[in-house]
């Protein structure tokens, strides 16, 4: 389906064609061999989550695949989107370079990518400079059972949530047009950051839920002998 | 100091000059008198909720300040910002409706409001649809010690802070040049934001502390035996 629909205007495949992206080059890595990577690479790292979660006394199977959660989305963050931040001329990228095709070929989804739209770019500083290293936290959390573990998923997890939601309520009120084609919007723009609703989502639920159970136990909301509400 | 360094070009106030603003009414209040109602009005809704939190029993002196900020921030959020969000001509009103000159008035310190920037308008939505409402969810859950009295304020003042950070990161990326003078610039972008990071920030720490003691005095991260971990 790649390119089906896709015209090339300006030099660029982007939608409007008129964004001006002087010194761009096109995507050297088809599609297939950038989402391979990419899947291949979280498969390793999720599986090597899991197995070695697997060693940790008396952890349940919810926290190991929380923490193969965490791995990945803090890596994506990390590593993805941070490249994407401090690389704000990826598109001239005449190399190969691994994350520079990935960001070239999802901007095919959403042309604000490469376009550097200001609100696309503080939501994924904000994703890929705090959140990132903030779900590496939680994976060490989880597996240490540290006191902090629910408040910081949470937290994280509303973050993730707010930044999908700036990311979406932007793009409509600026035309909601910024798709190659309808296979991209569907494919890039809405499947790739689909997971990063639903997951969030859960995991905020199940922490506030078992968040309120500890406190709803205590007297006085989270009150108890050791821990004086301040 | 107002007005002494505005310059009134292409029919407004604001920067940048070019900024298209057809049918743009200038402010029929003047400064004194639209901070004045804000601030009166505000002090009144502070001062009445200070008075019947006192008739709660067992209620602490620190309980009953986040009653005053929550029904204060909540207020605003819905009727100030909410006003924003559903009026985007209100440059163009005639008829001296005090909330259209707030935001013509705050529009010289940040010309991304009158001009409907995406991601400001993103941002405000957020904060008048949900975090406004749960705000004033947060006064009741303090006053009748809810369990999810301290994990909702730590979700709206999350809330707050991205939507700040959000706000200031896109204003930077885009040349920080939205004021109409310096005195604007830091007496409402800067100045009138100001408690928005601090308090949010503060709540935040003391929420994120409380809970962490409550789940640290239970077995496995907050597990209690009539509350199992799910």
Known sequence: MEGSSSQVSNGHPYIPHDLHLPGYVPCALPMSNILSVYGFSSLIVVCLTWIFSGRLPKITKVDRLLMCWWVFTGLTHMIVEGYFVFAPEFFKDKTGFYLAEVWKEYSKGDSRYVGRDAGVVAVEGITALLEGPASLLAVYAIATRKSYSFILQFAISLGQLYGTAVYYITAILQGD???????????????????????????????WRNICAVCGVQPQGGQTKKSKVR
Chains 1, 2 share one sequence.
């Not at 494919?187 to 997971?195: C, E, M, Q």
């Open 177 to 207: 047009n910024f798709s190659t084609s309808s296979f991209y919007y569907y494919a890039y723009y809405i499947g790739a950051n689909f997971s990063w609703i639903i997951i969030p989502s859960i995991i905020a639920m199940r922490c």
